[in-house]
């Protein structure tokens, strides 16, 4: 089934980046930072000095120890950082090349359980992110679908060229989904070849039109709208290719190709790296001389200003420093106004009323904004309407707040 999609058009200056991956070397330094897991409090199995392995447990979630998150490469835990109330900011880890080498051996998918169990306790579950409250899932969830989000977005890589030598893994990575869920697994991509089988609960479903195309939000209200008590989760494609990889093999794969570009890079292109590499150690030969740049990990509307590669990140933009960041209120001393306009109502592809939902957000009105839909949504989703609005308020961190605040009313 193909879905042409008509609203959120995001104008974009950016060109499209060559569609060779391009080969730059590992980073000197990763890390898995707090910015990815909102409210994740983090209980530590090493500490500072420890000497750890790709793959090996750097921490457990606090609440739910099954979770743990793993090394992306191995080296040396330079640095633990903590945020408010102890949460992750961050877990910094000084690259050394791996010395030993990991035995090959298949994990078994036949189960429910041995499949969370593998996914839980290997790194992979961190890759999930839920509809509603964007957030990881907990270990005894059951999404009514999932969403394999594999429609490239404004100057980003084009999952065909990324998956060509990987389709196998890809296919036993959405195969793998499918146990766990009762519903089907939509797998979301660009006009094209199939980039996987498709079987009875693997559904390929197509998608063109507006940048909005490329967003697992406008994906969920086509095919499967979040509803009270329903929840689904979303996964980026070179994830189900680490979760193939990870059943064929027994290995966590952290390698990630990325789509660097903005109007510091020389030439926009691809670059092979891994989860949580440091920014600058991966760029370096892609920019301008005599440039200062400042770094955007995500979409170039909707990315953060970064010094490491976010965990669902496969773009990196090279800009200079932009003026002052937004305010998190428009009533709370931003100097303009929210008017309506023609450009705000055509910003979001869910079918959610814009500016009646800015202003449920720009107050903390949490009961105004979900009978708005905003369950539906997360910061990614919003980030239009920050660039769009005049108030000059960022309706992601408002958008985080409300979201915050229903998930500990639902608990």
Same mark, same amino acid.
Not at 234 to 263: C, E, K, M, N, W
Not at 346 to 356: G, N, S, T
């Given at each position: 089934?193909?879905?042409?999609?008509?609203?959120?058009?995001?104008?974009?200056?950016?060109?499209?980046?060559?569609?060779?991956?391009?080969?730059?070397?590992?980073?000197?330094?990763?890390?898995?930072?707090?910015?990815?897991?909102?409210?994740?409090?983090?209980?530590?199995?090493?500490?500072? @000095?420890?000497?750890?392995?790709?793959?090996?447990?750097?921490?457990?979630?606090? #609440?739910?120890?099954?979770?743990?998150?793993?090394?992306?490469?191995?080296?040396?835990?330079? /640095?633990?950082?903590?945020?408010?109330?102890?949460?992750?900011?961050?877990?910094?880890?000084?690259?050394?090349?791996?010395?030993?080498?990991?035995?090959?051996?298949?994990?078994?998918?036949?189960? &429910?359980?041995?499949?969370?169990?593998?996914?839980?306790?290997?790194?992979?579950?961190?890759?999930?992110?839920?509809?509603?409250?964007?957030?990881?899932?907990?270990?005894?969830?059951?999404?009514?679908?999932?969403?394999?989000?594999?429609?490239?977005?404004?100057?980003?890589?084009?999952?065909?060229?990324?998956?060509?030598?990987?389709? +196998?893994?890809?296919? #036993?990575?959405?195969?793998?989904?499918?146990?766990?869920?009762?519903? =089907?697994?939509?797998?979301?991509?660009? #006009?094209?070849?199939?980039?996987?089988?498709?079987? +009875?609960?693997?559904?390929?479903?197509?998608?063109? @039109?507006?940048?909005?195309?490329?967003?697992?939000?406008?994906?969920?209200?086509?095919?499967?709208?979040?509803?009270?008590?329903?929840?689904?989760?979303?996964?980026?494609?070179?994830?189900?290719?680490?979760?193939?990889?990870?059943?064929?093999?027994?290995?966590?794969?952290?390698?990630?190709?990325?789509?660097?570009?903005?109007? !510091?890079?020389?030439?926009?292109?691809?670059?092979?790296?891994?989860?949580?590499?440091?920014?600058?150690?991966?760029?370096?030969?892609?920019?301008?001389?005599?440039?200062?740049?400042?770094?955007?990990?995500?979409?170039?509307?909707? @990315?953060?200003?970064?010094?490491?590669? @976010?965990?669902?990140?496969? /773009?990196?933009?090279?800009?200079?420093?932009?003026?002052?960041?937004? #305010?998190?209120?428009?009533?709370?001393?931003?100097?303009?106004?929210?008017?309506?306009?023609?450009? !705000?109502?055509?910003?979001?592809?869910?079918?959610?009323?814009?500016?009646? =939902?800015?202003?449920?957000?720009?107050?903390?009105?949490? &009961?105004?904004?979900?009978?708005?839909?905003?369950?539906?949504?997360? &910061? +990614?989703?919003?980030?239009?309407?920050? /660039?769009?609005?005049?108030?000059?308020?960022?309706?992601?961190?408002?958008?985080?707040?409300?979201?915050?605040?229903?998930? &500990?009313?639902?608990?």
């Amino acid at each position: 089934m193909h879905y042409t999609i008509r609203q959120g058009d995001w104008p974009s200056d950016l060109d499209a980046p060559v569609q060779a991956i391009g080969d730059v070397g590992l980073p000197d330094t990763v890390a898995v930072v707090g910015a990815d897991f909102p409210g994740l409090r983090p209980s530590f199995v090493v500490e500072q @000095g420890d000497e750890v392995t790709a793959g090996q447990v750097l921490f457990t979630d606090r #609440k739910h120890s099954q979770i743990a998150h793993v090394a992306p490469c191995s080296g040396t835990v330079a /640095q633990i950082e903590y945020g408010p109330r102890r949460t992750l900011s961050a877990c910094v880890i000084k690259r050394t090349a791996q010395t030993t080498t990991q035995q090959s051996v298949p994990l078994d998918s036949s189960t &429910e359980a041995s499949v969370r169990d593998a996914l839980q306790s290997r790194g992979m579950w961190p890759a999930f992110r839920t509809r509603p409250f964007g957030r990881t899932p907990a270990p005894d969830a059951r999404p009514t679908a999932i969403f394999v989000n594999a429609v490239p977005g404004v100057a980003a890589p084009d999952p065909h060229v990324v998956l060509q030598a990987r389709t +196998e893994l890809f296919a #036993k990575g959405a195969a793998v989904l499918t146990v766990l869920t009762d519903g =089907l697994v939509h797998v979301c991509q660009a #006009k094209g070849t199939p980039l996987c089988p498709i079987t +009875e609960r693997v559904h390929i479903a197509t998608f063109s @039109g507006t940048a909005a195309s490329a967003l697992a939000g406008t994906h969920i209200d086509r095919l499967h709208p979040v509803q009270s008590g329903r929840q689904v989760w979303t996964i980026g494609y070179q994830d189900v290719v680490a979760i193939g990889y990870l059943f064929a093999t027994g290995q966590y794969a952290a390698d990630r190709v990325v789509a660097i570009s903005g109007p !510091l890079s020389n030439t926009p292109q691809l670059v092979q790296t891994i989860l949580g590499a440091r920014i600058a150690d991966i760029t370096a030969d892609t920019l301008a001389e005599g440039t200062n740049p400042v770094f955007r990990s995500g979409t170039p509307l909707g @990315g953060r200003e970064a010094v490491f590669l @976010g965990r669902f990140d496969v /773009q990196i933009t090279a800009t200079t420093r932009s003026a002052a960041p937004r #305010k998190a209120s428009w009533l709370s001393g931003a100097k303009g106004a929210l008017i309506p306009t023609a450009a !705000l109502d055509r910003a979001l592809a869910p079918r959610v009323l814009p500016v009646p =939902l800015m202003r449920a957000l720009s107050v903390g009105d949490s &009961e105004a904004a979900r009978s708005l839909g905003c369950l539906a949504l997360i &910061e +990614e989703d919003v980030a239009i309407l920050s /660039q769009l609005c005049t108030s000059g308020a960022d309706y992601g961190v408002l958008l985080r707040q409300v979201l915050d605040e229903l998930m &500990e009313d639902a608990a």
